[in-house]
């Protein structure tokens, strides 16, 4: 348990919280606000890392094991959203409808089959794939307005 709460990890998520999602919200403070921000949400991710901890104490998965598992639920479909931008084969109806239809199907895996979970990814991924390109084949995104000079 001490482990999960000195872990560099606890840093890395304050960080990212106050630069990428706190400074764009409440702007025009100075770094001193900013820093007491990042510690108070440091105690906050180290404290969430010790209920993981003691949650999964008794668990006959490991903590490895069962974070990956439940990550996987979503890394599935963000890949297929990656792969239909790189492709160039969906906009963001298609994305949209595909990312859903990825996670509608590999939460019905996990709730209804014994898959492994490295097998959610795979699901995840395919399903958004195909669902993105199909909805983007339909041609409904709405126009975009056209820029006044």
């Known amino acids: 348990m001490l482990a999960a709460a000195t872990s560099p990890s606890v840093n890395s998520i304050a ?8 400074q764009p919200l409440v702007r025009g403070r100075n770094d001193g606000h900013y820093l007491r921000v990042s510690r108070i949400l440091t105690v906050v ?3 969430a890392q010790i209920g993981v901890a003691l949650a999964l104490q008794g668990q006959a998965r490991s903590a490895v094991d069962t974070a990956l598992g439940v990550a996987s639920l979503i890394n599935g479909p963000i890949l297929g959203v990656f792969l239909l931008g790189s492709a160039k084969r969906a906009g963001r ?5 595909g990312m859903s239809a990825g996670i509608a199907a590999v939460t019905a895996v996990f709730l209804t089959t014994h898959i492994a979970w490295p097998w959610y990814t795979v699901i995840g991924s395919l399903t958004t794939l195909i ?5 983007a084949r339909l041609d409904i995104e709405p126009a975009q307005p056209a820029l006044e000079s």
């Open 15 to 22: 960080a990212t919280a106050v630069s990428d999602l706190y």
């Open 45 to 47: 991710a180290g404290v």
């Open 93 to 97: 109806i298609g994305a949209l409808c």
């Open 131 to 135: 669902i993105g390109a199909a909805v």
